[in-house]
C-alpha cells in the first residue's frame, strides 16, 4: 500500500495497487474498517501505524437550507451584473457588425 500523507501525518489518500507520486510505501496492518471509513485526514500514520485521528474535524457542507452569507449575495450581484452587462455589449457588438456589412454592402 501508498499512502499520501501531509506534513501532519495525516493520510490524505492511498493506493492498493500500484503507485503514486509522493507516496510512501507502508506494510504494516491496515484497520479493519479502512477503506469503509477513509476519508482525507481522518487517518493518520503515528509510529508506523495506521490509526483514527484524534484531531479530526468533519467538514461541515453547505445544507441546502443555509442562507447565503452576505458576501456570497455581493458575488452572486456582481456576476448576474456582468452577465447583464455581456449581453448589453453582444446585442452592441452584432448591431455594430450588422451595420458594416450593411455599408460595405452599399458600396458594390
Known amino acids: 500500500m501508498k499512502l499520501i500523507l501531509n506534513d501532519k501525518n495525516e493520510i490524505l489518500n492511498y493506493v492498493m495497487i500500484g503507485s503514486v507520486d509522493g507516496g510512501i510505501e507502508y506494510d504494516g496492518e491496515i484497520p479493519e474498517n479502512f477503506e469503509i471509513q477513509f476519508k482525507a485526514n481522518y487517518f493518520l500514520l503515528k509510529d508506523n501505524v495506521i490509526v483514527v485521528n484524534s484531531n479530526y474535524i468533519s467538514p461541515n457542507p453547505i445544507k441546502p437550507n443555509d442562507k ?36 460595405k454592402g452599399g458600396n458594390n
Not at 77 to 86: C, D, I
Not at 89 to 98: E, G, Y
Open 68 to 103: 447565503p452569507s452576505d458576501v456570497q449575495k455581493a458575488i452572486a450581484q456582481l456576476t448576474l451584473q456582468a452577465a447583464q452587462q455581456k449581453v448589453i455589449q453582444d446585442k452592441l457588438n452584432a448591431q455594430v457588425l450588422l451595420e458594416i456589412a450593411q455599408l
